[in-house]
């Protein structure tokens, strides 16, 4: 084949002048987007069939500017999302990230480094081992602990548990049975299901009124379990559900789990990083009993998407576990000392995603964080506080580490199925109408409504509206509620 002399377009690449129009079109609409969310729509407010519309099209054969695409993604893309970080954004788990991570990013992907090898970025693998490390000493385990980063809590929660399986079970699946309650994010029954479990060997345990997994039950469990030749290895433990912030009792499990020779992994993806300020150093006491750990900077370290993290009290575990050497790798084998983060996870080739927690720790300080995560707490107990002095609303949960749940409750006697109507309703009412956003969950058959409110930009007005809205809501969809059964009734 003969080599041709490429324009620089077929060489994809831009003239400086193109690099810098584009750069700075994106950091300023960063820029604005990061100044001006507070007064945005939560919602998107577009019908998919127009998404569709607007974006179909076959594969461009020949390029057009970048400005138009940049047009493109403004009109029809960026206007169109459902804002995780917007201030009054408390459904799900928010995701307030901050403008330090945006730019660490935009670096790690810029310069493209590869962070699966030492010698391929030796100072990149040294900043993930240090920012692991003070995850470590965040989070009280011993010197000895190792970590690293991943995509998500999924994902640290599928690294955890295989490492447990190795560790506790040489991969020997057969018999093993593992333990957790009903409370526990779905991530980790998908985690179980890909590593070869199946649902004879996942006991799901019924929580309690605190929605807690209840010691008592887990012993029994465990005890029928040896007592018909099963091999318990595993309990999964919550440092913060997603449905209510609760937190299980993790001293005692960890003293059970040493009883009974078992695995303690602690999902703390949600929950763990509120280690940084009081409240949550008394409510998570015995977190660093785990043997392993999910947290999610994406989450309450305000990082943005992707950034998960796990760490196993014993560092060298995740070694064990996952390295393979393919001989075309060998140039990159590690000296004493050095680390090959792919020999520590699933993933070869991976991105720099220590690097934004990095920077952000270094440029706002551990104070800044510690000042934001007491704020995200504080503000669920306003939440609470507020509703409180309402007629109107029953108080499910109360506020714990960021989440509470709640009910409306109507004036006149109505059945649950209608009630849970309601407050399904009252949610899609505040979706649509985009001011703010929440979610709502199933505890014990009741729908209920729930509102996170880890986001540090949030105001307390920002609270007091959206309540008021809510309550307008529910009161709106009483009326129609009743008027339905009204005409039913008399038809
Ligand atoms: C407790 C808990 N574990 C795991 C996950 C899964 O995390 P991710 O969505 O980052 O994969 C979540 C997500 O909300 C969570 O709340």
Not at 41 to 48: A, F, N, Q, V
């Amino acid at each position: 084949m003969n080599l041709t002399t490429l324009t620089s377009k077929n060489l994809l690449k831009l003239s400086r002048k193109e690099m810098q129009t584009l750069g700075y079109q994106v950091i300023d609409l960063l820029i604005d987007h990061f100044e001006t969310i507070h007064s945005k729509s939560t919602t998107p407010k577009i019908e998919s069939s127009v998404v569709k519309e607007r974006l179909y099209e076959s594969i461009p054969k020949k390029g057009i500017s970048p400005q138009l695409v940049m047009q493109q993604l403004q009109n029809d893309v960026f206007s169109n999302v459902m804002h995780h970080n917007h201030p009054r954004f408390f459904a799900y788990v928010p995701s307030p990230n901050n403008f330090i991570s945006a730019m660490a990013d935009t670096l790690a992907s810029g310069f493209n480094i590869f962070a699966g090898s030492y010698k391929a970025a030796p100072a990149a693998a040294e900043i993930e081992l240090i920012t692991i490390d003070w995850l470590r000493q965040l989070c009280n385990l011993p010197a000895g602990a190792g970590g690293l980063f991943v995509s998500g809590g999924t994902m640290a929660n599928l690294t955890a548990l295989t490492v447990a399986r190795h560790i506790k079970l040489q991969n020997q699946i057969k018999n093993a049975a593992v333990y957790y309650s009903d409370q526990t994010h779905s991530s980790i029954e998908r985690a179980l299901y890909i590593l070869g479990f199946d649902h004879t060997q996942i006991r799901k345990l019924p929580s309690d009124e605190n929605f807690c997994l209840r010691v008592s039950d887990l012993k029994n469990a465990v005890l029928k379990d040896w007592a018909t030749g099963k091999f318990p290895f595993c309990v999964v433990a919550n440092a913060g559900t997603t449905n209510t912030g609760a937190v299980d009792p993790l001293s005692e499990l960890s003293n059970f789990c040493l009883r009974e020779d078992l695995w303690l992994h602690i999902d703390g993806a949600y929950g763990a990083a509120s280690i940084l300020c009081e409240q949550g150093r008394s409510v998570l006491k015995g977190l660093e009993l785990c043997d392993s750990l999910s947290l999610d900077p994406h989450k309450r370290l305000f990082q943005s998407y992707e950034a998960g993290c796990v760490l196993v009290r014993n560092g060298n575990w995740l070694k064990e576990t996952f390295c393979m050497r393919p001989e075309y790798l060998s140039d990159l084998e590690p000296q004493q000392e050095e680390v090959n983060f792919y020999d520590y996870g699933i993933q070869l080739t991976r991105s720099f995603r220590a690097l934004k927690l990095w920077m952000s720790l270094k440029i706002f300080g551990l104070e800044a964080f510690e000042k934001a995560i007491e704020q995200g707490i504080a503000l669920a107990e306003l939440v609470e506080q507020i509703l409180r002095l309402s007629t109107v609303w029953k108080i499910v949960t109360p506020a714990q580490l960021g989440v509470i749940t709640f009910q409306y409750i109507p004036e006149f006697d109505l059945p649950l199925k209608e009630i849970n109507l309601i407050n399904s309703k009252i949610m899609e009412r505040m979706a649509k109408n985009g001011f703010a956003m929440l979610s709502t969950t199933k505890l014990k058959n009741s729908i209920v409504l729930r509102m996170c409110t880890i986001n540090p930009w949030t105001t307390e007005a920002d609270i007091r509206e959206t309540l008021q809205y809510l309550e307008y809501f529910g009161r709106l969809e009483e009326i129609l509620s009743r008027n339905i059964r009204g005409i039913l009734r008399s038809a």
